[in-house]
C-alpha cells in the first residue's frame, strides 16, 4: 500500500510564497511522473505542475515563472516551490504520484491567499 502525504500549505499575502512538499511511502516500484494539482471551490481539479523521471518539468500557464517543481528521487518526494502568490492561486492542492503499480493521490492541503 502507498501512502502520498502533502504538507506546507496555509494562509498567505498576495506577493508571498509557499513551498508544498508531499512525501510518499510503502511499496512503490519505478515512479514516472509526479504532479501537483490544485481544485478551487466551484471548479475542476487542474493540472499545476508535473516532473517525469528524467527530470522533464512542465506548469501550467498561469503559474510559469512563479512556480518551480523538484523532486528528490531517493525519498520519493516531491515539493512545489510557489512565488509571487495571487488570490487566484487560492486551491486545495493535491499531489499525484504515479508509478509502475498504479497512481495515488495526497489527502489535499488548503492554500488561500489573502490579505
Known amino acids: 500500500q502507498v501512502q502520498v502525504v502533502e504538507s506546507g500549505g496555509g494562509l498567505v499575502q498576495p506577493g508571498g510564497s509557499l513551498k508544498l512538499s508531499c512525501a510518499a511511502s510503502?511499496?512503490?516500484?519505478?515512479?514516472?511522473?509526479l504532479a501537483w494539482y490544485r481544485q478551487a471551490p466551484g471548479q475542476q481539479r487542474e493540472l499545476v505542475a508535473s516532473?517525469?523521471?528524467?527530470?522533464?518539468?512542465s506548469y501550467a500557464d498561469s503559474v510559469k515563472g512563479r512556480d518551480n517543481i523538484a523532486r528528490d528521487g531517493a525519498k520519493n518526494t516531491v515539493y512545489l516551490q510557489m512565488n509571487s502568490l495571487k488570490p487566484e492561486d487560492t486551491a486545495v492542492y493535491y499531489c499525484?504520484?504515479?508509478?509502475?503499480?498504479?497512481?495515488?493521490w495526497g489527502q489535499g492541503n488548503q492554500v488561500t491567499v489573502s490579505s
Open positions: 510503502g511499496t512503490i516500484f519505478r515512479v514516472y511522473f
Open positions: 516532473i517525469t523521471n528524467t527530470g522533464t518539468t
Open positions: 499525484r504520484l504515479s508509478e509502475v503499480g498504479g497512481t495515488y
